[in-house]
Structures are given as C-alpha cells and as structure tokens.
C-alpha cells in the first residue's frame, strides 16, 4: 500500500471519528471507510486498525475510548472531541505574517513548498492580512541536490529508522550505517542529519553529500523519541571542523571574473578557489559553461564534464 493510500485512510478516520456525535464501533469504521470493508478477514481489519489509531495519537490526536454502560467490560467506541482537537483562534500581527511569508520562500525549491503555500493561504483567510514577502533584499532559498533529503525529512517527521550507505572523508569505500534521525540541518552550505547510531549505540552526525545513493526508510513509524531539548545546530557545529579544498580552475573569459573574488591566488588567468561541498560547487561551475575549465581535482574535473555531459545529452542521466 502507497504512502498516500495510508494517509487517505487516516485522514479518512479521523473525519469519521469528528463527524460522529457518538462514540463510533468498530464494526461502524469498516462499513463507511473503503480501505477497512475491503479487508480480507476480521484480523486484518483489526491490525489495520489498531495500526491506525496508535498513528493518529502519536501525531497527537486525542482518540478516545469510550466503554459501554452494560457492565460487561466492552468498549461502545471510539470519538475525537472537537473542542480537545481544534486549534485555538490564531492571530498574528503584520510583522509575524512577514516572518511566516519569509519562511515559506525558504521552501519554495524543497519537498515542502506546496504545503507552505497552502499553509500561507489559509493564514491570509483568516483576515489579518496578506502574508508579505519579508524584508526587501532578503532572498531566502534551501537548495539540496542530495537525493536523500526528503527521505531524511520525512523519518525526523515520522521517527522512522533510515539505513544509508555512508563515506567517511578520505574513506575508499562506504559502510552500512542505521540511524534513528533525530534533525536534518545545514550550515556552511552543507546538510547534515544528526541521530543515534543504533550500530555504535551513540549520537552521530553525517553529511548528506557522503551518503552513497539513497536513504531507505525501516520499520514502523514512531519507533522512538528524540531527546527533548535537542540541539541539533549546536551539535552539527561542534563535531564538523572547517573543511576546504582547492580548485584550479582556468578562467577563459570575463564572465566567470566572480569565480577570481574568492581566489586565494592567480597566476595569469589560472585561480586557485577554495570550496567545500564538491557536488554543490560544480553544480555552480556548470553554470559558467565553455568560460571556465576545472583543472584539478580530479574528482571535482570529472563531475562537472559528467553535470555537461548530462545536460547535452539528457538520455545519459538514466
């Protein structure tokens, strides 16, 4: 069963459960919701749903339990009471609006730009006024090009274990790590996850562009708590020292000169550029075309003519 079936199902409960002035049997649930009557026996019925409702109250949803009044110990239902699960009246003042639209735009190129659009719309209908863009000036962006972020997102999200393939530097293979994310994080123009290594049996922190190929989600969902209090950008900036390569690049023409601003030297129209993340940093050379060729490193050399490669021909990208 596909991710969005699953959520049309609790999403499906969870009306059913509001819409109901009763406590609603179970017996009630399978008959109005899909999913439910088509189960091939009882058992599977009642796996799938008591798998559904501890979901919904780990997400935070106050199903209750209602027991029947005959004194014999069976439950008459289950209800979600309105008034323990509907929001308070928000507010916000034109200052906060601009904050939430600034936050958006730092969404608009990630897996969650559709849901902070739809969240912003729904704040503007609450008559407050329109939600701004934020400062003038002020261009807020998450760019990622590790395929494995929003597969990290998603298990901090759901407390899902993940396994990856992970490089350590300097490392000419990659090791079998299994993590319990607990944040993703950036800084410095990097992505970290910080979690516990259920291998070593301590906190750990990873750089996304180490990650070989994809994280893989493992197990069920809400598996185990992240510690309260968690600092997870104080923990990434204290285990990841400064990391920095050099780049010899020969610059061809006048439109790739902002490349020589962060030269820390140049010979003729040969500069040597620092950079941290490899993939990030020749995403960026790409951009300059024929105006720049990368003569070392070489890894940093063959990533960028396989970025050219891909662009000219799409077909080598499968």
Not at 27 to 38: G, H, K, P, T
């Amino acid at each position: 069963m596909s991710k969005s079936d699953r959520a049309e199902r609790l999403l499906n409960v969870l009306f059913a459960l509001m819409a109901s002035a009763r406590p609603m049997p179970k017996s009630a649930l399978r008959e109005v919701i899909d999913a439910y009557r088509e189960s091939p026996s009882e058992e599977a019925f009642e796996r799938m749903f008591e798998r559904d409702k501890d979901e919904l109250r780990g997400m935070g949803i106050p199903i209750e339990t209602i027991e029947g009044t005959d004194g014999s110990g069976g439950i008459e239902g289950y209800r979600i009471l309105r008034d323990a699960y509907a929001l308070p009246e928000v507010h916000f003042t034109g200052d906060e609006l601009a904050v939430l639209g600034l936050a958006a735009k730092v969404w608009e190129q990630a897996s969650l730009g559709a849901c902070a659009q739809r969240a912003l719309r729904k704040l503007e209908s609450l008559g407050d006024g329109a939600v701004v863009d934020g400062p003038v000036g002020i261009e807020a962006r998450i760019a990622t090009t590790e395929a494995c972020f929003p597969v990290l997102l998603e298990a901090v999200r759901n407390r899902q274990a993940v396994s990856f393939e992970y490089r350590k530097p300097q490392a000419a293979t990659a090791d079998a790590r299994h993590v319990h994310p607990w944040g993703v994080v950036s800084r410095r123009g990097h992505w970290y996850v910080v979690g516990h290594d259920v291998d070593r049996d301590e906190a750990r922190v990873f750089r996304l562009s180490r990650i070989v190929g994809i994280a893989m989600p493992q197990g069920p969902s809400h598996a185990y708590e992240i510690p309260s209090g968690l600092d997870v950008a104080s923990m990434v900036a204290t285990s990841t020292p400064e990391e920095f390569d050099t780049a010899t690049i020969a610059i061809k023409a006048a439109t790739a000169l902002s490349l020589t601003r962060r030269a820390i030297s140049i010979e003729g129209d040969v500069a040597q550029i620092p950079f941290g993340d490899e993939d990030a940093f020749a995403a960026e050379l790409v951009g300059y075309a024929d105006s720049i060729v990368v003569l070392s490193p070489d890894s940093l050399r063959a990533t960028v003519i396989d970025r050219l490669r891909t662009l000219t021909r799409p077909e080598l990208a499968s």
